[in-house]
Structure formats: structure tokens, C-alpha cells
């Protein structure tokens, strides 16, 4: 029950917009027309294209997603309308400790909230270090596992929602790094990572 599921989350306001929820990743052309690595699968063609557009300008960002693939993870980004794990505390984010194992694999799923901006792209950096919080445990395979390891690691922010300080502070570089690269020249190069049509299968080019 989602009362008793605990989740590992950036706390904030929820504010209710609206999405699509066109699949991302290896689509076919048409589909969603954004690249972003396989593994990292966001279920809103829109949020896709705005993760896109923060790898290229993160290099933070795009540190957390090549480790989760070195570390055989695959993690599903879905929006939702408000992020409230067992409806008591309103959250921008949160990574839900059910684990699913396939073959090497271990799949993992992060919530946002409906937002498409930098702060949107901050919140996913923060789950994926959580997720990567997970995976770096090889024990961890289910959902009693992963409530073990933020026992271990992180400290209680409210009931059933966890925390680490290692997961505020990649948030807080990447913001940095998003922040910093608004400074910088006309993003021209962005754009080409954003428009990339998907090709032959193999890694995401992104430019750093
Ligand atoms: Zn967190």
C-alpha cells in the first residue's frame, strides 16, 4: 500500500500542470524525437527533452546517468500531477524503493512533478543519486533491501520518506552547473543534442 511504502525524495511544493506521456529513449522517429540514454527511460516526451537539454549542460548530470548504466540500472522517470508518497507530505521528487530484478538488471522508478525547467532537472539528478545510493549495493533487490540501505546511509525527513546528503548535494551541483551554463554563449550546441533524430542503437552522443 502506498501508505506503508517508503520513498527517498526532494521535498517541496507541488504545482499542478498538465503533460504528455509519450515514451522517450530508442523510439522511433516520431514518437518522441529526443535521444537520451536507454537506460534512463522518461515517460513524458516533454520532461525527456528538458533531461536532454541538462545533460548537455551538466556535467554532473551526465556523471549520474553513465554511472547508473555502468551499474546496470535502468530507472523509469514518470510525472505525476502532485508527488505524495501516502499522501502526507507534498514532494518535487521521489524514488520509490520497489526494486524489479530482470536478468543483471534491476529496475527502479522515479516520480517528478509536472516541471520543465532546471529546477525540474535538478530534482531528477537528486533520484538518480539515490538511485545510484541503491544500486551500489549489489544485496539490494527488493524493497525491504533498499529500506535497509537508506536506514544505513540516510536520515528520516518524515514518515516514510528518507534522505541523504549525498543526493542534496549532487542537486545542489548540478543546479550550479545549470545555473552556470545560462551565463555562458548562445546554447547552439543544445539544440543540435535536442533535435538529434534517434539513429542506429547504441549510446547518446552528448557533448561535453
Ligand atoms: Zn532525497
Known amino acids: 500500500m502506498a501508505r506503508t511504502r517508503l520513498w527517498t525524495a526532494s521535498v517541496g511544493l507541488a504545482v499542478a500542470l498538465t503533460g504528455g506521456t509519450v515514451a522517450a529513449g530508442s523510439r522511433p522517429a516520431g514518437t518522441c524525437d529526443v535521444r537520451i540514454p536507454d537506460h534512463v527511460r522518461v515517460l513524458d516526451c516533454r520532461l525527456a527533452a528538458t533531461l536532454a537539454d541538462g545533460m548537455a549542460r551538466s556535467p554532473s548530470l551526465r556523471d549520474l546517468v553513465d554511472r547508473i548504466r555502468e551499474l546496470q540500472g535502468i530507472v523509469y522517470v514518470s510525472t505525476a500531477l502532485s508527488v505524495s508518497p501516502g499522501g502526507h507530505h507534498v514532494l518535487l521528487g521521489a524514488l520509490s524503493h520497489q526494486v524489479a530484478v530482470a536478468g543483471p538488471y534491476r529496475i527502479m522508478r522515479i516520480t517528478v512533478r509536472h516541471d520543465y525547467d532546471d529546477r525540474a532537472v ?42 541523504t546528503e549525498g543526493a ?32 542506429p542503437a547504441g549510446p547518446a552522443l552528448f557533448l561535453r
Request: cysteine-free; hydrophobic content about 40%; aromatic content about 2%.
Open 168 to 199: 542534496i548535494n549532487v542537486e545542489r551541483t548540478v543546479s550550479k552547473e545549470l545555473q552556470a551554463s545560462r551565463q555562458g554563449p548562445p546554447a547552439v550546441a543544445i539544440r543540435q543534442v535536442i533535435v538529434t533524430r534517434p539513429g
Open 122 to 163: 535538478a530534482t531528477i539528478a537528486h533520484e538518480l543519486r539515490h538511485a545510484i545510493e541503491v544500486l551500489q549495493d549489489p544485496a539490494a533487490r527488493s524493497k525491504g533491501d533498499v529500506d535497509l540501505v537508506f536506514e544505513r546511509i540516510g536520515y528520516r525527513i518524515a514518515s516514510g520518506v528518507m534522505e
